[in-house]
């Protein structure tokens, strides 16, 4: 990364050198326009400018949203489901809260009571006059966004945040804030445990506002629902957010393509082989497709939804387990459809050489970073 000074920083806030170095000076620091500021220092500045200060990481990551959209998909755009990760401290409750999700829906009186693990549940919801369909991916939500923020993807479009009402904020509490924020997803806030005794909503909402999601009846913008994910309390209104702020986001995609996506798990069955469990977003995917998935090649022989229902198609924000890749693709690997299958063998082939390549030069880069330690 190249070191910012106090004149680029003026330049990229579109202010005077001298605007810069006065307000560092009223700050207690002496410095001149080839100064080398950090990070921290930039954003104070940027922000006694009052600018908005996105860091590259958290810029780079936002544009990789639109990566799935092509141009070419801008005129044939429908509505597509929300997919949304459930994310928070470790017993908070993001278990117990997905179950009672998916049990509502089984107690609806739905088809089949038996599901099959593909790391995420469709769930359909009464909304208007009809049924909004929500995806909930199942992976813990904070491995996920690890994993994407390490890749660069994005999957999820909205983040619930579950924070214990008799714990409060906590360390994967903030982590779960930031790698949210990084991705630029709207976080929702299940305060949960309310039936507890030691349950304290107001502490929750107090500890959430210092860390700038501050709830709406506290003149803030952040959606915070009290529920119990244990009695089901609650748990309606929670999903009626969920419902409202997919509105928002006016989430679409393009049906009409090939499919785009991401590989949201992966493993090796004795009997079945490769095993794939893929988000589509956009394009549909077809039982027949050819796909290369990271450096992998794959042929899908047959798709299974989290009903263990054999599917022929998959649209837009749906999840499938895939039968048919050459070998086990990586969780969070980007998977894209081919229309000619040698064309996608010849991608995959590429890409692992490309892999090869760029393990063998971080290889000899370390080797020529540790040789200069040395020298
Ligand atoms: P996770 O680690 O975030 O997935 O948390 P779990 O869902 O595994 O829940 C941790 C513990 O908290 C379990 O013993 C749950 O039964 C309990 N729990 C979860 N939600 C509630 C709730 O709303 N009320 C009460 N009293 N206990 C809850
Ligand atoms: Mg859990």
Wanted: hydrophobic share 45%; net charge negative; charged share 25%.
């Amino acid at each position: 990364t190249s070191e910012l000074t106090v004149q680029a920083l003026a330049a990229e806030l579109v202010v005077p050198e001298t605007e810069v170095i006065k307000i560092l000076f009223m700050k207690g620091i002496a410095a001149n326009i080839n100064q080398v500021l950090d990070i921290e220092t930039a954003t104070m500045v940027a922000e006694e400018l009052d600018c908005e200060v996105e860091t590259q990481e958290e810029e780079s990551e936002a544009r990789k949203v639109s990566e799935m959209l092509d141009v070419e998909d801008l005129e044939k755009l429908q509505a597509r489901p929300p997919v949304v990760t459930i994310m928070g401290h470790v017993d908070h409750g993001k278990t117990t809260l997905l179950d009672a999700i998916r049990e509502t829906k089984v107690a609806q009186g739905e088809a089949g009571g038996i599901t099959q693990h593909i790391g995420a549940y469709h769930v359909d919801l009464p909304h208007e006059d009809g049924i909004q369909q929500v995806v909930f991916l199942d992976t813990p939500g904070h491995e996920a966004f690890t994993a994407m923020r390490a890749r660069g993807t994005r999957v999820t479009d909205i983040a619930i945040l579950v924070v214990a009402a008799d714990d409060g904020v906590r360390p994967q509490t903030l982590e779960a804030i930031s790698h949210a924020r990084a991705a630029e997803v709207p976080i929702i806030v299940a305060i949960n445990k309310i039936d507890k005794e030691g349950a304290q909503l107001d502490r929750v909402r107090q500890e959430l506002s210092e860390h700038n999601l501050v709830p709406e009846d506290w003149g803030g913008e952040t959606v915070m629902v009290p529920v119990s994910a244990l009695k089901g309390e609650n748990l309606d209104t929670l999903l009626e957010m969920v419902l409202l702020v997919a509105e928002v986001e006016d989430l679409q995609a393009n049906p009409d393509r090939p499919a785009k996506g991401t590989v949201i798990e992966a493993h090796l069955d004795k009997a079945k082989g490769p095993v794939a469990s893929l988000l589509v977003q956009n394009g549909t995917l077809r039982v027949g497709d050819v796909l290369v998935a990271g450096s992998v090649f794959g042929k899908v022989r047959a798709m299974v939804d989290d009903r263990g229902a054999r599917v022929e198609t998959a649209s837009p924000s749906f999840a499938v387990e895939v039968l048919g890749m050459s070998e086990v693709p990586a969780a969070g690997e980007e998977f894209e459809v081919f229309v000619d299958e040698k064309e996608a063998r010849s991608q995959a082939g590429q890409r692992t050489d490309q892999q090869r390549h760029t393990r063998l030069q971080q290889a000899m880069a370390s080797r020529r970073v540790s040789l200069n330690a040395l020298s």
